[in-house]
């Protein structure tokens, strides 16, 4: 028997012969588990043209059908700003010709009692019946029009006006504002031109 440095028995070590079979019982192991695991024949190719095309024209389809919704869930929106708009500027023009009506808003005789602009109601008017004839204000902005093009307009100059004397079925301008309404062409998605609201 050979003899160590230290003079006892010399012992080589091996490896034990279960480690030399391990990689191919690891495959079969793998293989059991996973069954769908492969290794395709291409490598590390990626895709094919034909798969990424099918995935382009699909992705396409799905894009095609979400942009009108968008496009609807934005005209929602904008119609949904008209009407709070209408509403705040009709509200304001309003309380302007009853405090006109109570005496508190000096108007002339041949004066209907509504405020000659838009920009009266946010500006303010001097309340006649306090003495010390502080203002009254009916609106803190004017609203913008959403359907106007030209951000440069001011938001007052964006509404159509009509006056106390022009008809309902052919507004115009005049010496006061009796109503507002969308100077837009379009149509609403309830059929109604956005001019009539």
């Known amino acids: 028997m050979d003899q160590g440095v230290s003079g006892g028995p010399l012992v ?17 192991i793998l293989g059991a588990k996973l069954p769908n695991l492969r290794i395709s024949s291409r490598g590390s190719a990626g895709f ?19 942009l009108p919704l968008a496009e609807l869930a934005a005209q929602r929106s904008r119609e949904q700003e008209l009407r709070l708009g209408l509403r705040e500027i009709r509200t304001a023009i309003d309380a302007y010709k ?8 000096m108007k002339q005789a041949d004066q209907s009692g509504y405020p000659p602009s838009l920009d009266v109601l946010v500006s303010g008017v001097p309340d006649e019946k306090t003495p010390d004839k502080r203002k009254i204000y009916f609106l803190r902005r004017v609203p913008r029009d959403p359907f106007s093009d030209d ?10 006006l009509r006056s106390y004397q022009s008809a309902p079925d052919d507004p115009h301008e005049g010496d006061d504002v009796f109503d507002v309404y969308s100077k837009s062409t379009k149509r609403g998605l309830n059929g109604t031109a956005y001019k009539q609201w």
Request: net charge positive.
């Open 98 to 105: 009853q405090a006109t009506d109570e005496g508190r808003v």
């Open 48 to 66: 094919t043209l034909i798969e990424l095309i099918v995935v382009v024209a699909i992705i396409a389809i799905l894009a095609s059908g979400l």
């Open 12 to 28: 080589v070590a091996q490896r034990p012969a279960r480690a030399l079979h391990m990689r191919p019982r690891l495959g079969a």
């Open 151 to 160: 951000a440069n307009v001011p938001a007052d100059k964006t509404w159509g």
